[in-house]
């Protein structure tokens, strides 16, 4: 298995960025799927999760309606819309996979993660 993430990088507050995050070995229809993201020396923690029909997201509080997760079955891809970006949502994201239909909030839940993809938001 194989998660490959990309899109990441440097904008200033307020903008726009897209990660994506492209699967082999699993296939992502079977699967719920969530971006966490990590600061240096803290936890990873759960940006936002898609359960296996797309029937459900969840988002941590902090998103407060700014990202949108998804996901294209046929590309088997998943995708992470992130927009007013602030300096807070600074860290590396990364695209996880369960072995489950439904979402977690644990980390240790998911069985497949990608390598992660820094976002850095300063002026």
């Known amino acids: 298995v194989q998660l490959q993430a990309s899109g990441g990088g440097l904008v200033q507050p307020g903008s726009s960025l897209r990660l994506s995050c492209a699967a082999s070995g699993v296939r992502l229809a079977n699967s719920a799927v969530g971006w966490f993201r990590q600061v240096p020396g803290g936890e990873r923690e759960r940006v936002a999760c898609?359960?296996?029909?797309?029937?459900?997201?969840y988002y941590g509080d902090f998103v407060k309606g700014r990202f949108t997760i998804s996901k294209n079955h046929a590309a088997n891809t998943m995708a992470l819309q992130m927009n007013d970006l602030k300096p807070e949502d600074t860290g590396s994201y990364y695209c996880?996979?369960?072995?489950?239909?439904?979402?977690?909030?644990?980390?240790?839940?998911?069985?497949?993660w990608g390598q992660g993809t820094l976002v850095t938001v300063s002026s």
């Open positions: 898609l359960t296996r029909t797309g029937g459900n997201t």
């Open positions: 996880a996979v369960r072995s489950n239909h439904y979402c977690s909030g644990r980390a240790e839940d998911y069985a497949y």
